[in-house]
């Protein structure tokens, strides 16, 4: 199991091996097939996020996983300027995948994209939100 060394290395102080282990650790768990392990992993990767490049690979991986934790975790990442951008495209990725999961994923799906729209400052952003929302309407 290669999430222990790299576990190791993402929480050291060595700025640049706790770069590549965390970055290593991110890619790692987007490949556990069970989402709810995945999502403790993520919520494991977030506490070892030092600087906004890592929170942006994290917002991504959060984007790929299919659960309403997701949403939990990427919606308070729009009111945080270096990262918003990429919070919202990782919303409108997740966005379809989770409205077809239930009913209840889906209005979190609207709520979600509803969001982006009303916060995002970028123009395109909140209109590939709004073709998403009616995708999942």
Known sequence: ????????????????????????????????????????????AAGMVRRADEMKLLLAAWGKTPILRSVDFLLPRLDEAEVAAEAAVAVIALAPELAKINRDSRVRAREALAAVIEKSGSEAIRERAGKALEAVN
């Open 1 to 44: 199991d290669a999430l222990p060394p790299l576990r190791a290395l993402a929480s050291g102080d060595d700025a640049s091996r706790q770069v590549l282990g965390l970055r290593g650790f991110i890619r790692l768990a987007q490949t556990e097939a069970d989402l709810e392990k995945r999502a403790v992993l993520l919520d494991e």
